[in-house]
């Protein structure tokens, strides 16, 4: 039961490059998130999925895409990398939609040059 | 939108003094605040959570404390240890839609 997992761990982009990040939770939850944490801040909701089929914006949805592949899996699309995207990136999954505990993979180090 | 703030920013304490993290939100509709400890490069982890029909909760050493009412809410972790240090983050909101704080370094030293 490795809870949820994250790939790459650790990517340089060059701006304008595009870039998939994965995800993968394998505790059957219904509701998965993308964050993102920069130095000094929390952590900013950028995209979320309450269900399969379902995705919705969060605070910072701009320069991103998300596409919820199966109940499994929820990815993260940059599809034209600017600097300002440098940032580590969590992905999260819960039970359901409904304030249930969010539970972290372990991140992925992104830096846009 | 929700908006929360986390007070102090650094919390320095000796080992076996209680440490306060306070948070207040903006959002009268948050429901949800749960609290995270995240080490140095290693993922945010859940200690402990409060749903608004519940003013206080304790876990072990780690309690949470909420006033709906001033929306604020506040974590105390007892008799701290090593440990306990890393960052602390703060959180509200509901439907799953979480605001987080900016986080609290915390120092135990022995």
């Known amino acids: 039961n490795a809870g949820v997992t994250q790939t790459p761990k650790f990517q340089v982009l060059k701006t304008g490059q595009s870039m998939t990040l994965q995800c993968a939770q394998d505790?059957?939850?219904?509701?998965m998130y993308w964050y993102r944490q920069d130095p000094g801040m929390g952590l900013r909701l950028i995209y979320y999925s309450a269900s399969e089929g379902t995705t919705d914006k969060g605070e910072v949805p701009n320069g991103y895409n998300v596409s919820r592949l199966n109940k499994r899996e929820f990815s993260l699309r940059l599809e034209s990398a600017a600097p300002s995207q440098t940032s580590v990136y969590f992905c999260a999954s819960s039970e359901s939609q409904g304030n249930q505990p969010q539970h972290f993979g372990d991140g992925t180090r992104l830096s846009i040059l | 939108g929700e908006n929360v703030e986390q007070h102090p920013s650094t919390l320095s304490v000796q080992e076996g003094d209680s440490a306060v993290i306070k948070c207040t939100y903006s959002d009268s509709a948050s429901n949800y605040f749960p609290w995270y400890k995240q080490e140095l490069g290693k993922r945010p982890q859940l200690i402990i959570d409060i749903r608004s029909n519940v003013g206080e909760k304790k876990d072990q050493r780690i309690a949470v404390t909420l006033n709906k009412t001033a929306k604020h809410f506040s974590l105390h972790i007892t008799e701290t240890q090593p440990e306990d240090s890393a960052v602390y983050f703060c959180?509200?909101?509901?439907?799953?839609?979480?605001?987080f704080g900016a986080g609290t370094q915390v120092v135990v030293t022995p």
């Open positions: 959180a509200a909101g509901s439907w799953g839609k979480l605001q």
């Open positions: 505790m059957n939850h219904n509701s």
